[in-house]
Nanobody, 125 residues
Framework: QGPLVESGGGSVQAGGSLRLSCTAS????????MGWFRQAPGKEREEVSC????????NYAGSVKGRFTISRDNAENTLYLQMNNLKPEDTAVYFC??????????????????WGKGTQVTVSS
């Protein structure tokens, strides 16, 4: 069991919302840039969103921009992903990830050092 644990996945109809959470024990999330990735069946894992260690900057994949919001509460040691207006193509296993350096979100994408085990999100039409 790694330090990151996701929760909040589930099954919803298209247009619905879910909020994913990522917590850690014995691991201070506030030191690291964090992100959410997803992997659909038969597809490669892709970065969905990234947030800097301070929370001051974020990046989103084009496919989720305007629908998903990443946030973090460093005092609560928790990372969030609010997903609104979900579409069937959002169906995937969603993973929480952390990277030691840099503490900002690279334009070329994160290279995580730590991963959670994932939580399933299923969106039906």
């Amino acid at each position: 069991q790694g330090p990151l644990v996701e929760s909040g996945g589930g099954s919803v109809q298209a247009g619905g919302s879910l909020r994913l959470s990522c917590t850690a024990s014995g691991f201070t999330l506030g030191y690291y840039a964090m992100g959410w990735f997803r992997q659909a069946p038969g597809k490669e894992r892709e970065e969905v969103s990234c947030i800097s260690s301070s929370g001051s900057s974020t990046n989103y994949a084009g496919s989720v921009k305007g629908r998903f919001t990443i946030s973090r509460d460093n005092a609560e040691n928790t990372l969030y992903l609010q997903m609104n207006n979900l579409k069937p193509e959002d169906t995937a296993v969603y993973f929480c990830a952390a990277t030691a350096l840099p503490t900002t979100c690279p334009v070329e994408g994160m290279l995580p050092n730590w991963w959670g085990k994932g939580t399933q999100v299923t969106v039906s039409s």
